[in-house]
């Protein structure tokens, strides 16, 4: 099985069914196979073969969703890039995936048109762009536009042989606490996490998901392959900053899941009135790309009842998903990640590698069919995170005496604080309880007394308002003193990536 199977085999079965919902239109699974093989085929024609890297620069769209696939068809390797970019990161993200041709749309051209010349290894650019002569003379390489492709490329499914420890894509980490590295993940590695998340999540044709989180990002994609293995549905909402036009569409669209990361769920609860709204249809909340305070996860659980929250844990070397926690169990073990996933292994180990006793810290690291081959171009990199075997994801973890796993912080998050060791995870969870908190992220400081002391960063709720000494005094019960933080800033926002997740080396 190939990921490009999923959707030509969900057309065949399916092919007048709606698979994609965007901008208030539905487009079905016939019409976006045939416009994946035009692409596909237009692609082979101009010199792309199988192996050659192809980057798409794209928002959710149909026209992502048709450019993923036929770089897939055309036995190529997918290289989605984040749409929040800029001229210096495009240059470089296309250089060092060496990509042959890129997609992109008109929005990303002021991006495109200097980025490609810094690219010499660049061949092709397919625009979707009404006027390509206004480009004459300013690219140094052959541009097509996306329409005049599905207006005249062959519409038969490209005939090109692959098997599926092939590469399918390379996707770009968010560096959230470093440098971004390019994960290479074989269609292998996506198949077998897909066929794991749709046994536990249950998925059948029936299932419809909010989509609110990019492509580009492995979770995002990894709602896309779920669904579109089982010929479900997709939904694509972009404009999640606005969790009101979110939760409208939900209704509208009567779709049965949703999927978020920690800020998604802060801005729903929030900035919405999710509490107050029914949603009939939906069956399952899923949260991954992040830790979500035990808090805050109880506070989603009853705001999107009927419907089953599972707390899920993952990596972009994973493809994406490691554990998950079922929503049974949830309040039992409000804290865990839950246990690995089918088909995947996952153990917290000391030092020496072996499996650490119940309630003893140790690294969290897994083996499975869906770890990534590598970092592109990157061994020694490689090196470091795959060893023995063993995909070492740099958490802190516990196991309890039934198998379950709690993640206790990050082995370089951690922060020396008056001769102590303490988890910055502990002190967010602990910020998170107070009443009016909406973000904190925690880390270490230069301090003149102590040399390195805890701050915390806190982003509260409209309208409310807080002290240091509040802060300190409410923490008083909930943490000894070392763990109490010496500094707190309030901000309006803290800085995200377009995952979502805070990114504490900009802080």
């Not at 060893?387 to 039934?402: A, I, M, S």
Request: net charge negative; hydrophobic share 40%; charged share 25%.
């Amino acid at each position: 099985m190939l990921i490009r199977d999923f959707l030509s085999q969900s057309a065949r079965q399916h092919p007048d069914k709606p698979a994609v919902w965007y901008k208030d239109t539905w487009m079905a699974y016939g019409k976006l196979d045939v416009r994946s093989n035009q692409l596909a085929n237009f692609l082979i024609e101009t010199g792309v073969k199988r192996g050659d890297r192809v980057a798409i620069l794209y928002e959710n769209s149909f026209n992502y969703i048709i450019s993923y696939f036929a770089i897939l068809k055309a036995g190529a390797v997918a290289v989605p890039l984040n749409t929040d970019i800029t001229l210096d990161v495009l240059a470089y993200y296309l250089n060092h995936s060496g990509s042959r041709a890129l997609i992109s749309n008109t929005r990303f051209v002021r991006f495109v048109l200097p980025a490609v010349q810094q690219a010499p290894g660049l061949d092709h650019v397919i625009l979707e762009h009404e006027d390509l002569s206004t480009l004459e003379g300013k690219l140094s390489c052959r541009t097509s536009r996306l329409q005049d492709v599905f207006e005249k490329a062959s519409e038969d499914p490209p005939d090109v042989r692959l098997i599926d420890i092939d590469s399918a894509s390379i996707i770009y980490t968010s560096g959230s606490t470093g440098s971004p590295k390019g994960v290479l993940l074989s269609h292998s590695n996506v198949v077998s996490n897909t066929e794991s998340i749709v046994e536990y999540l249950h998925l059948t044709a029936d299932d419809r998901i909010m989509v609110t989180l990019p492509f580009c990002y492995i979770y995002g994609q990894s709602l896309l392959t779920t669904h579109f293995s089982v010929g479900g549905s997709v939904v694509i909402e972009n404009q999640f900053f606005y969790p009101k036009i979110i939760l409208r569409t939900m209704k509208k669209t009567k779709v049965t899941g949703f999927s978020g990361v920690p800020s998604t769920f802060m801005r729903m609860l929030n900035r919405s009135a999710v509490r107050e709204t029914e949603l009939e249809t939906l069956r399952y909340v899923t949260q991954a790309g992040g830790h979500m305070a035990p808090a805050i996860r109880e506070e989603v659980a009853r705001a999107f009842v009927p419907a089953q929250l599972y707390i899920m844990y993952g990596a972009t070397e994973a493809a994406p998903r490691l554990t998950y926690l079922e929503p049974s169990k949830l309040s039992e073990k409000l804290s865990s990640i839950g246990k690995a996933i089918p088909n995947v292994e996952v153990l917290v180990v000391d030092k020496q590698g072996q499996p650490v006793a119940p309630h003893q810290t140790g690294e969290i690291v897994a083996r499975g069919s869906n770890i990534m081959v590598g970092y592109w171009n990157d061994p020694q990199a490689t090196d470091e995170v795959i060893r023995d075997g063993y995909y070492h994801t740099g958490d802190l973890g516990q196991v309890d005496e039934e198998g379950y796993i709690y993640v206790v912080g990050r082995l370089k998050d951690m922060i020396k604080s008056n001769g102590f060791r303490v988890s910055a995870r502990e002190v967010e969870d602990a910020i998170m309880e107070i009443d009016g908190i909406v973000e904190v992220a925690v880390k270490s400081v230069e301090d003149e007394d102590t040399g390195e002391a805890i701050k915390a960063f806190l982003v509260l709720r409209d309208g409310e308002q807080t002290s240091f000494e509040e802060i300190r005094r409410k923490l008083k019960g909930r943490l000894p003193e070392y763990k109490i933080p010496r500094h707190v800033e309030i901000r309006d926002d803290l800085p995200k990536n377009a995952s979502g997740k805070i990114m504490k080396n900009e802080l």
